[in-house]
């Protein structure tokens, strides 16, 4: 059972960290057309008007880009909580550096009690 709740576990893990990284990519990328847009715009001598519904858009696509990220954090977060109920403890699935036990107040870093009742981002 604690092998199959492990095994598990690890699934969860790996696919959330894709998840995770996924998210960063696409905000890489959103960020860097943000960037060319204006670029392009200025080097061919256009107006400011030229092409600023794209931009508009490009823009709300990396905010929104910015919720799902929230998202995918806000669930990460109940998932330790989860990983806990079920009996595995504080285990550190996957890569990456985890931030460290005691933050300042601004950290998301919560107790358990703390993280169950955080509010959950809403998409919009």
């Known amino acids: 059972m604690l092998n199959q709740r492990l095994s598990a576990a690890k699934k969860i893990a790996s696919d959330l960290h894709?998840?995770?990284d996924a998210i960063d990519e696409a905000m890489i990328r959103i960020a860097q057309l943000a960037a060319t847009l204006p670029t392009a715009r200025r080097e061919t001598n256009m107006s400011a008007i030229v092409g600023q519904d794209a931009m508009a858009k490009v823009a709300?696509?990396?905010?929104a880009a910015g919720e799902v990220r929230q998202l995918l954090t806000d669930a990460h977060l109940a998932l330790t909580v989860?990983?806990?109920?079920?009996?595995?403890?504080?285990r550190m699935f996957g890569a990456g550096v985890k931030p460290a036990a005691k933050l300042d107040a601004g950290s998301n870093d919560h107790s358990d009690a703390a993280v169950a009742a955080l509010?959950?981002?809403?998409?919009?």
């Open 18 to 20: 894709l998840a995770e």
């Open 60 to 63: 709300h696509a990396l905010a």
């Open 82 to 90: 989860t990983q806990k109920e079920v009996g595995l403890g504080t």
């Open 119 to 124: 509010p959950f981002a809403q998409a919009s």
